[in-house]
C-alpha cells in the first residue's frame, strides 16, 4: 500500500513538473496577432461558461419548483470546469503548466462523462415536462373549461332559480286551492278524481281519500243512475246538482276548464254552492209575489170602498125611506150590513197591502196580552184553555195597538179552528233580537231588538205545504164561505208596515206557533250593548253533538258552536246521530232540533242517546213554545229548550244550563 501511494506521488510530481516544458506559446512568437487571438477567444469562451452556472444557481435557488435540480447543479459544475480549461489554456500559452492543464480536463471529462450519463436516463421524464406552446393550450383548455364552468354555473343557478319559482308557484297554488271557499276538482279524461280540496270535502261529505282516483259521476246523482254514462255533467258549465255522501243533494254551479297534462287531458271544475243563493231567491220571489199582490189587493180594496160607500150610503137612505115598509126595509138593511162585511174585508186587503193608515204608539205588550185574555176569553168556546206568558222586564213595542189587537185576534180565532176538539192557547211575549245568522235565512228582515209576541196552539197543525202559502191573500183551506183567506195577510203586512217580522213554525203533530216581531220602543239597549253581551258569553271547550236535518241551519249553528270554543260532531238525523254516540267516546253533549225527519224525533233521540250514555247532557231546540210540547206530552217540563231564532248569548247560557243540569252517573 505505501509502494502504491508513492508511486501515486512521483507520478503527480512529475506531472505538475514543468521545468522541462516550454510554454506553447513560444511558437507563435513571431505571430502575436494569433496569440491575442487564441487569448481573446479563450477569455470570451471562459467567461461565457462561469457565467452559465451563475444563472442555474439562481434558476435552481428561485425556482423551487423545478424537478431534477441536481441535473442543474451537475451541469454547472461541468460548464465551470470547462471555463477553467479555457483559462489554463490562455496561462499555458506563457507557463507551461501542463499537468494542471491535464488534471483539470480530466475533472472536466469526468464531470462531462457523469453529466452526460446521467441526462440520458432523464431524457424521457424531461420529455414529458410541456413545453410552453403545451402549456399555452393547456391553459387555453383551462379558460375554456373556466367558461364552461362559469356557464354552467350560471345554468345551474338559472335551473335552481326555476325550480325555487315553480316550487314557490306550487306553493301559492296549493294554498289558494286548499283555502278555497269553492270546491275544486281535478280529474282525466276517464273521469277519474285527482284532486280533491278541503272545500269539496265540506261540500260533498267525503274526505279526499275516499273519492281519489273514483268516477266523478259519484257526485252527481243523474250520472249515478246510470252507472255507464260518462259524467259529461261536470265537463260543461252550469247549473247542476250536487250528491252529497249522506245521500243528500244540493244545487251548485260548476266552472269547468280543460287542459292537457302529458298529452292527457284533464278537467279542473270549481263547483259553488247555490243553497244559500236558492234559497234567497225563493224567499225574494216569495216576497215580490207578496209585494205584487199586495199592490194589487190595495188597489182593489181602494176601488172598492169608493163603491162600498156609495152601496152602503144609498142602502142606509133607502132604509130610512123604507120605515113604513119593514119588509123591504130588511132588504136594505141587509145590503148595508153585507157593505160593512165588504167593507171589513177591504180594511184587510189593506192591511195586507200596507197602505192602511197606522197610528204606531208605545204598547206594553205584556199589558196588551193581558187584556187580550179576558176579551178571548169571553170570545173563544169554554173548551179552549188559554194562559199568558212574559218574559222578563219592561216589554214595549212600537206598533198600531188596533192592529196589533185585531192581529192577535185574528190569530186566536184560527187556532180555535185548529182545534175542534178543544186545546190549549199560550200567548206569550219577551224581548228578543234578530242576529245575523236569522237574517242569512231571512234577507228581509232587519237584525237588531225586537219585542215578541207569540201565539201558540196545539192544534191539527199545517203541513210544510200549507204553511209556506199560509200568508198569501184568499188562500185558505177551510170551507167555502168559511173563511176569506184574509186574516194571515193582514197579520203578515201589519208586521211588515210596522217595519217587523212574522213567522209560522207548524207541524201535524205539534201545532201551531206564529211569531210577530215589532219594534222595540225602549232604546235602553242598543245593538252596541247586545255585541257586548255576545262577546262576553260563556265559552266552552267540550264537543257537542248536532243533528239537524237543515243543511243551512245545520251549518249556521255549526259555525256559531264552534266560534265559542266547542268542537263539533254533526248529523243529519237520529239514526246517524246514534251511531256517530256510539262510535266517538269523545262527545260531550247532544245538541238537536225536535221535529226532524226519518221517524226519528229529537225528544226519541235523547231517550235512546241516554240509554247509550245515561249522564248525557242534552239540549234541544225547537220554533215551538216549550209549554206546548209539555201539553203534547212530547217534552218534560224540566227540558231545556233553546226557542228558535236565538242570539248567540242565548244559544252560550243554554248549553252551559245544559252542562249544568245533566245527571251525575251513579
Not at 393550450?137 to 362559469?150: D, G, M, N
Amino acid at each position: 500500500m505505501e509502494c502504491w501511494g508513492g508511486t501515486m506521488w512521483a507520478f503527480f510530481e512529475r506531472l505538475l513538473d514543468s521545468s522541462m516544458l516550454s510554454p506553447h506559446g513560444i511558437c507563435l512568437l513571431w505571430e502575436p496577432e494569433l496569440i491575442w487571438l487564441h487569448v481573446v477567444s479563450d477569455a470570451c469562451i471562459a467567461a461565457a461558461y462561469f457565467s452559465i452556472p451563475f444563472a442555474l444557481a439562481i434558476l435552481v435557488t428561485r425556482r423551487r419548483d423545478l424537478k431534477f435540480g441536481w441535473v442543474y447543479w451537475a451541469f454547472a459544475i461541468f460548464i465551470m470546469a470547462c471555463g477553467l480549461t479555457h483559462v489554463l489554456s490562455i496561462y499555458t500559452l506563457w507557463v507551461p503548466v501542463y499537468g494542471i492543464e491535464g488534471i483539470v480536463k480530466a475533472a472536466t471529462a469526468v464531470a462531462s462523462v457523469v453529466t452526460a450519463g446521467a441526462l440520458w436516463p432523464l431524457l424521457p421524464k424531461i420529455l414529458t415536462i410541456p413545453s410552453p406552446f403545451e402549456l399555452r393550450q393547456v391553459q387555453a383548455a383551462l379558460e375554456e373549461e373556466e367558461i364552461k364552468s362559469r356557464d354552467a354555473t350560471l345554468l345551474l343557478q338559472q335551473v335552481s332559480d326555476a325550480q325555487r319559482a315553480m316550487r314557490e308557484s306550487v306553493t301559492r297554488l296549493t294554498a289558494i286551492v286548499e283555502t278555497a271557499v269553492d270546491g275544486v276538482i281535478l280529474f282525466d279524461a276517464q273521469d277519474r278524481v285527482l284532486l280533491f280540496n278541503p272545500a269539496c270535502e265540506r261540500l260533498f261529505g267525503y274526505t279526499a281519500d275516499e273519492v281519489m282516483g273514483r268516477n266523478v259521476r259519484m257526485l252527481m246523482p243523474e250520472a249515478g243512475a246510470v252507472p255507464d254514462s260518462p259524467a259529461r255533467h261536470f265537463a260543461t258549465a252550469g247549473e247542476a246538482t250536487g250528491l252529497r255522501k249522506d245521500g243528500s243533494t244540493f244545487p251548485m254551479d260548476v266552472s269547468v276548464g280543460q287542459a292537457r297534462q302529458d298529452g292527457e287531458l284533464i278537467f279542473v271544475g270549481i263547483v259553488h254552492d247555490l243553497t244559500a243563493r236558492k234559497l234567497t231567491e225563493r224567499q225574494l220571489q216569495q216576497a215580490q209575489k207578496m209585494e205584487t199582490v199586495g199592490q194589487l189587493s190595495g188597489g182593489i180594496a181602494h176601488d172598492f170602498n169608493n163603491l162600498l160607500t156609495v152601496i152602503i150610503g144609498n142602502a142606509e137612505h133607502l132604509s130610512e125611506q123604507l120605515k113604513a115598509r119593514p119588509d123591504l126595509r130588511r132588504f136594505a138593511d141587509d145590503i148595508s150590513q153585507s157593505g160593512e162585511r165588504g167593507a171589513e174585508l177591504t180594511q184587510r186587503l189593506l192591511a195586507f197591502s200596507r197602505r192602511q193608515l197606522l197610528q204606531p204608539q208605545t204598547i206594553d205588550c205584556r199589558g196588551l196580552l193581558e187584556s187580550m185574555f179576558k176579551l178571548l176569553k169571553r170570545t173563544l168556546r169554554e173548551d179552549i184553555e188559554i194562559t199568558t206568558a212574559s218574559g222578563p222586564g219592561t216589554i214595549l213595542a212600537f206598533a198600531d195597538r188596533a192592529q196589533l189587537e185585531s192581529a192577535v185576534l185574528n190569530l186566536a180565532l184560527n187556532a180555535q179552528d185548529a182545534m175542534p176538539a178543544g186545546g190549549h192557547l199560550t200567548l206569550s211575549t219577551e224581548s228578543t233580537t234578530l242576529d245575523d245568522d236569522y237574517r242569512a235565512v231571512h234577507p228581509e228582515v232587519a237584525s237588531g231588538s225586537y219585542a215578541l209576541i207569540s201565539i201558540t196552539d196545539d192544534g191539527e197543525g199545517m203541513t210544510p205545504e200549507v204553511a209556506q202559502r199560509a200568508f198569501e191573500p184568499f188562500f185558505t183551506t177551510k170551507e167555502v164561505g168559511k173563511g176569506s183567506g184574509l186574516g194571515l195577510s193582514m197579520v203578515y203586512g201589519f208586521a211588515k208596515q210596522s217595519n217587523g217580522h212574522v213567522s209560522i213554525y207548524s207541524d201535524t203533530r205539534l201545532g201551531t206557533t206564529v211569531r210577530i216581531y215589532l219594534p222595540r220602543a225602549d232604546t235602553g239597549q242598543s245593538q252596541a250593548d247586545l255585541s257586548d253581551g255576545e262577546d262576553a258569553a260563556p265559552r266552552g271547550y267540550e264537543t257537542i253533538l248536532i243533528a239537524e236535518d237543515d243543511p243551512f241551519v245545520r251549518s249556521s249553528v255549526i259555525r256559531r258552536v264552534e266560534a265559542l270554543g266547542y268542537r263539533v260532531v254533526a248529523a243529519v238525523n237520529g239514526k246517524e246521530a246514534l251511531q256517530q254516540l256510539r262510535t266517538d267516546p269523545s262527545i260531550d253533549m247532544l245538541f238537536t232540533d225536535i221535529v226532524m225527519p226519518g221517524g226519528m224525533s229529537g225528544w226519541e233521540l235523547a231517550d235512546q242517546a241516554r240509554q247509550i250514555r245515561p249522564s248525557l247532557p242534552v239540549l234541544f231546540t225547537s220554533g215551538y213554545a216549550l209549554e206546548t210540547l209539555v201539553e203534547q206530552g212530547r217534552a218534560h217540563p224540566q227540558a231545556i229548550v233553546l226557542t228558535k231564532p236565538y242570539r248567540k248569548a242565548e244559544l252560550a247560557q243554554r248549553l252551559r244550563d245544559a252542562f249544568a243540569a245533566a245527571p251525575v252517573a251513579t
